[in-house]
């Protein structure tokens, strides 16, 4: 695993940038943003329900509605690389959703599959067992 790290540092460092500008929109409730770090259509397996967005309009509201009443922001608690190439890196994740106190509503284990399409990096499908 060690040589392909450092074959593809620029990929893994550019999906790195995609998992940062994510919860930094999401955390600030910036739709755009939030959907420029996402490809179209969006794959998440949650449990065992898959969800698709096929365009970004609903995509943060459907996050809302989903995160938990309460819900203020999110962190992550690590990303590990798991395989990279030139234009595809997975992550091994786990995050915590957090309420305005600071008290946290959950911390979840979940996949993210980062890639390179159509000149940008950005994020294509997860699996995550949040809710």
Known sequence: MEPARNEH???IA???CVLEAHFDALNVGDAAALA???HFPHYRLA???MQVWQTPENYLADFHARAG???HHSEWDFRNVIAA?????HFET???RYRIDGSMMGSYRSIWVVTYIGGRWA???RSSFAG
């Open 14 to 16: 550019a999906a790195i």
């Open 69 to 71: 009443e309460g819900w």
């Open 85 to 89: 190439s030139a234009d595809k890196v």
């Open 9 to 11: 540092a620029d990929s």
């Open 123 to 125: 994020a294509q499908l």
């Open 47 to 49: 449990g065992t329900r």
């Open 94 to 96: 786990q995050f915590t």
């Open 36 to 38: 420029a770090t996402l």
